[in-house]
């Protein structure tokens, strides 16, 4: 009677999937904690709406960066409330639990993962690399002895990788995602129209009207900010093509991630991927025409897979209900 839990934990969002019951939880990866006693106040939605809010004696913030942990502590305390929040408060058994890591981490922050996962309460933790994740949760046959490819772009991370039976062929992780698009808005707000804005408002902005490619039909957004010069509240209005020069520059690091991918494929795979096509996932896949953009750099069809936000939490999910079939794409346990 062993409870299972496959978590994907995002530098911006953390999933939560459960056997039989799919995804439970998908909140902020945000803790707000008190300084004066060290307790922590909210987790998850709570604790996003209160970024950039907070008064001095209250810290809220996101304790990984990049897709690895940054806080050890705080992304415990982060952990325990997400799997007690999953599996209900009384519980007769520890649960084993599954963790999706990005596939270029150390070993050393490997361990961390898995120290955090079991310091959280839980019995066993496995870990799975990402791109594996991604591509189990958007229906690819990884074990078939023929070469898919997945670019999973997350808000800390994007991972690039070539699977066939079952393990990555060649990959690489590069530290730009959807946080790095955001922060690309907030600079290029302040360069271009003097207006400061929060993390929060640039990926609103991205949300609704970002795109990769410039857009025939362009949409915009009033943004609401600080002026610059004035220091009081004004509004401006940008358009999509603002979004799409802003975030060139981390676009292009992800293209160059994809095209050296491709460059270390062998020739049989490589084959292969331009039959079936790249498959697109992670949060950041949302954003409009990525799938152009990569297939007019690459040359290769891209596709964007059917819930990118969910590919990896359902991956790692499908990966612990069939954990004899996976054993050969799972890392390590304890």
Do not use: W
Not at 127 to 149: L, T, Y
Not at 208 to 232: C, Q, Y
Not at 242 to 252: M, Y
Not at 283 to 308: F, H, Q
């Amino acid at each position: 009677m062993t409870n299972k839990i496959g978590i994907d934990l995002g530098t911006a969002n953390t999933l939560v999937y459960v056997p039989k019951r799919g995804i439970v939880i998908n909140e902020p990866s945000v803790v707000a904690i008190s300084i004066t006693d060290k307790k922590v106040l909210a987790v998850g939605n709570e604790a996003n709406e209160m970024l950039g809010r907070t008064p001095e004696t209250i810290v809220a913030s996101r304790p990984l960066r990049d897709g690895v942990i940054a806080d050890y502590k705080t992304t415990e305390s982060m952990l325990r409330y997400f799997i007690n929040k999953a599996l209900g408060g009384v519980r007769l058994f520890r649960p084993e639990v599954m963790i999706a890591v990005p596939a270029g981490i150390t070993s050393t922050e490997r361990r961390a993962v898995i120290d955090a996962t079991l310091q959280a309460g839980a019995k066993a933790a496995y870990i799975i690399k990402e791109p594996i994740a991604a591509a189990i949760g958007a229906n690819i046959p990884i074990g078939s002895a023929s070469g898919h490819m997945i670019i999973d772009i997350g808000g800390g991370t994007s991972e690039v990788a070539v699977i066939s039976l079952g393990g990555i062929v060649t990959n690489t992780s590069v530290r730009i995602g959807g946080n790095r698009f955001d922060f690309a808005m907030t600079e290029y707000v302040r360069k271009k129209y003097s207006l400061a804005i929060g993390e929060k408002t640039a990926e609103d902005i991205k949300i609704s009207i970002g795109s990769a490619l410039p857009m025939a039909e362009k949409m915009t957004k009033d943004i609401r900010g600080r002026d610059m010069v004035s220091g009081l509240p004004r509004t401006i209005t940008a358009s999509s093509d603002d979004v799409t020069e802003a975030i060139q520059e981390e676009l292009r690091g992800i293209i160059l991630a994809v095209k050296e991918v491709l460059q270390d494929t062998p020739p049989e795979l490589a084959a292969d991927i331009i039959d079936k096509g790249m498959v697109i996932s992670g949060g950041s896949g949302l954003l409009r025409n990525i799938d152009k953009l990569l297939t007019k750099a690459t040359g290769v069809p891209a596709y964007v897979a059917e819930d990118p936000l969910l590919s990896v939490a359902k991956g790692t999910g499908i990966a612990l209900e069939n954990l004899e079939s996976y054993k050969r794409s799972i890392l390590e346990t304890k």
